[in-house]
């Protein structure tokens, strides 16, 4: 069984950064491409970000997120990353990753807050 355990989530100021991690495990996770999501408290599961697999990879984000956050993986470690920059209160939620195509069972997320 596929396995994801996301972490790197905390209490952000503002313009603050952080960077989340995903580690999978359970699955040969190079094949798959991957995407992080985010739930907001009362809203839906929205896509945040995408990274292609195999050579010549490729992202794409959600317009809220362009330019501001950055998905990378690194298949040695089983792990996808989100680089999150210029933080905004708008951009507090719960973050998942999962494949971007059928979804494995989802993790317990990791929480994002940002407030001053």
């Known amino acids: 069984q596929v396995q994801l355990v996301e972490s790197g989530g905390g209490l952000v100021q503002p313009g603050g950064s952080l960077r989340l991690s995903c580690a999978a495990s359970g699955t040969i996770f190079s094949l798959y491409a991957m995407a992080w999501y985010r739930q907001a408290p009362g809203k839906q599961r929205d896509l945040v970000a995408f990274?292609?697999?195999?050579?010549?990879?490729?992202?794409k984000y959600a317009d809220s997120v362009k330019g501001r956050f950055t998905i990378s993986r690194d298949n040695a470690k089983n792990t996808v990353y989100l680089q999150m920059n210029s933080l905004k209160p708008e951009d507090t939620a719960v973050y998942y990753c999962?494949?971007?195509?059928?979804?494995?069972?989802w993790g317990q997320g990791t929480q994002v807050t940002v407030s001053s």
């Open positions: 990274i292609t697999s195999g050579s010549g990879l490729s992202t």
């Open positions: 999962n494949s971007a195509g059928s979804p494995w069972p």
